[in-house]
């Protein structure tokens, strides 16, 4: 078994940072596509970014030049740098990762969310 946490959520006002952090544990062989992904009230979930345990990125157009994402191999972790946030980005955020576990089989996990909110 395999558990996501994150952390760093929290209240901003327009146009300043938060930090989003995630730690995968458990029965890790390795750790493919890392990302985070955010639902809104009322919404989908939806792609934010994601990073390749080689380094290779992907953004929501809409965060693309604001949020930048990273990971720390050796730790498990993966990162969401935020800045310039808008109130359009509130919303719940989830870690996900692809993990191939000690039984060599991929699988999804996800986190259980963290709350972002953009207001003044």
């Known amino acids: 078994q395999v558990q996501l946490v994150e952390s760093g959520g929290g209240l901003v006002q327009p146009g300043g940072s938060l930090r989003l952090s995630c730690a995968a544990s458990?029965?890790?062989?390795?750790?493919?596509?890392m990302g985070w992904f955010r639902q809104a009230p009322g919404k989908e979930r939806d792609l934010v970014a994601t990073?390749?345990?080689?380094?290779?990125?992907n953004y929501a157009d809409s965060v693309k030049g604001r949020f930048t994402i990273s990971r720390d191999n050796a730790k498990n972790r993966v990162y969401l740098q935020m800045n310039s946030l808008k109130p359009e980005d509130t919303a719940v955020y989830y870690c996900?990762?692809?993990?191939?576990?000690?039984?060599?089989?991929?699988?999804?996990?996800w986190g259980q969310g963290t709350q972002v909110t953009v207001s003044s």
């Open positions: 458990g029965s890790i062989f390795g750790i493919d596509t």
């Open positions: 996900y990762a692809l993990v191939v576990g000690t039984d060599k089989v991929a699988r999804q996990y």
């Open positions: 990073i390749t345990s080689g380094g290779r990125t």
